[in-house]
């Protein structure tokens, strides 16, 4: 997975889709996980990284990081690397 090319991602974890006019804002965590997709990080080296920093369980980690980029897909704003991007 990866943000689509055209987002635009502030370092305050602002988003905008310049397609459909849509902003939509992050916690830094968040912003931290979208760094990480853009740095080309797996699911599993995101959870490793994120556990290991702030001590949470990789249980519970792994169904936010779910939610988390199953929102993404559902805001059309990440493509998987098998799909080109529209």
Do not use: W
Not at 12 to 41: A, C, H, K, R, Y
Not at 42 to 67: G, M, P, R
Not at 73 to 83: A, E, G, V, W
């Amino acid at each position: 997975m990866r943000i689509k090319k055209n987002i635009a991602i502030s370092e305050s974890g602002f988003m905008f889709n310049p397609i459909t006019g849509e902003s939509f804002t992050v916690n830094p965590i968040g912003t931290e996980i979208l760094q990480m997709i853009n740095d080309g990080f797996e699911s599993d080296q995101i959870i490793e990284a994120i556990c290991n920093k702030y001590q949470v369980d990789q249980h519970t980690f792994d169904k936010d990081l779910t939610d988390f980029t199953g929102m993404l897909d559902h805001h059309h704003l990440s493509q998987h690397h098998d799909k080109e991007e529209a």
